[in-house]
């Protein structure tokens, strides 16, 4: 709000703001000269931060959501201040439009709430809250556990082909390590192994777990000499600073593998690398593992988070014992 002067039989006057004039400027927040900054500029500019700080995970993130919303936009880049609440609308139908299901629609729209957010915080634009009218929420998504006869029919499968008999192991080796994430195995080093004890720290929450070598989780690592003394499976085959796009590499062909190996079993839901760490929490419930221990033996930082893990077997079990009391009537 500028000034304003009233000039009265030749005399200036500055007008003094009203309590309510005053309360607008100091609630307005102020923004630099930089408005019109494009936000490919600006992710970009975000992303090689992210990376400088080893946050390469989260730079990724930032990077695909930027690719979604620039195949919305035809290629065509936009200023920040284009971001309003019509456009986010209109982005979020063309995702709906193209089958992306609505748990990935609201990730990237939560990705580039963040980004609009870091912008607004640094004074690049206005917080116009363009996001009030779009669904970033995380719903429900399909079980991923499997039960342990599944287990064991993947253990015994046979005329797997080289990969599909890798990535069968490493499915493996992760339930067999209480649902060790791929990124933790990719990295693990020889050196994680003493005295018959595994130990190793999660890249996710930082947390370190032990766990006793059992001769299954051995067999696999026998089976799978790694041709990288730096590492203990197969997976960074080489140390050149190109690690994590080996390890993201080797994900997807394990993953790609798994798929063929659960349609051969003829699974009704999709085989994926993720479901051994669902399958061993959900197993070790059905067997009557109190809580504690299984979210302590999965490196959880709280209990919630393993109850969204068992919340679908917990329907299962009280569908079999609703079974059992109908069964109990009839005879």
């Given at each position: 709000m500028?000034?304003?002067?009233?000039?009265?039989?030749?005399?200036?006057?500055?007008?003094?703001?009203?309590?309510?004039?005053?309360?607008?400027?100091?609630n307005t927040p102020s923004v630099h000269q930089d408005t019109n900054r494009h936000i490919t500029a600006y992710v970009c500019q975000l992303v090689n931060e992210l990376q400088a700080s080893g946050r390469h995970r989260t730079s990724?993130?930032?990077?695909?959501?930027?690719?979604?919303?620039?195949?919305?936009?035809?290629?065509?880049?936009?200023?920040?201040?284009?971001?309003?609440?019509?456009?986010?609308?209109?982005?979020?139908?063309?995702?709906?439009?193209?089958?992306?299901s609505s748990n990935s629609a609201s990730f990237y729209l939560r990705v580039l709430r963040t980004i609009y957010n870091r912008a607004v915080t640094e004074g690049l634009v206005i917080d116009r809250k363009p996001f009030a009218r779009v669904y970033t929420g995380i719903g429900k998504t399909s079980k991923r556990a499997v039960p342990l006869d599944i287990i064991k029919r993947i253990n015994n499968m046979d005329r797997l082909s080289p990969a599909q008999a890798f990535a069968r192991d490493i499915f493996l080796f992760s339930f067999y390590t209480r649902g060790m994430s791929f990124v933790d195995i990719a990295y693990l080093r020889p050196g994680n192994i003493k005295c018959g004890i595994l130990t190793y720290r999660r890249h996710k929450t930082g947390q370190e777990l032990t766990m006793r070598m059992e001769p299954q989780i051995q067999e696999i690592i026998d089976r799978n000499p790694s041709p990288n003394p730096d590492y203990l499976l197969p997976i960074i085959k080489r140390s050149n600073g190109c690690e994590r796009s080996q390890y993201r590499e080797s994900q997807r062909m394990v993953n790609c593998m798994l798929h063929d190996i659960g349609c051969r079993l003829q699974l009704t839901s999709k085989?994926?690398?993720?479901?051994?760490?669902?399958?061993?929490?959900?197993?070790?419930?059905?067997?009557?593992?109190?809580?504690?221990?299984?979210?302590?033996?999965?490196?959880?930082?709280?209990?919630?988070?393993?109850?969204?893990?068992?919340?679908?077997?917990?329907?299962?079990?009280?569908?079999?014992?609703?079974?059992?009391i109908i069964q109990a009537v009839d005879e």
């Open positions: 500028n000034d304003m002067i009233l000039t009265i039989n030749g005399k200036s006057y500055k007008l003094v703001p009203t309590d309510e004039q005053l309360e607008e400027r100091l990724e993130t930032y990077r695909s959501a930027l690719n979604s919303l620039l195949r919305y936009l035809a290629g065509n880049d936009i200023q920040l201040c284009d971001i309003n609440g019509a456009l986010m609308c209109d982005y979020e139908r063309y995702l709906r439009a193209r089958g992306v085989l994926t690398f993720y479901c051994a760490r669902h399958s061993w929490a959900s197993i070790a419930h059905t067997m009557n593992i109190p809580l504690p221990i299984i979210s302590e033996g999965m490196g959880h930082s709280s209990e919630r988070t393993t109850r969204i893990y068992l919340k679908s077997l917990d329907h299962n079990r009280i569908d079999s014992l609703n079974a059992s």
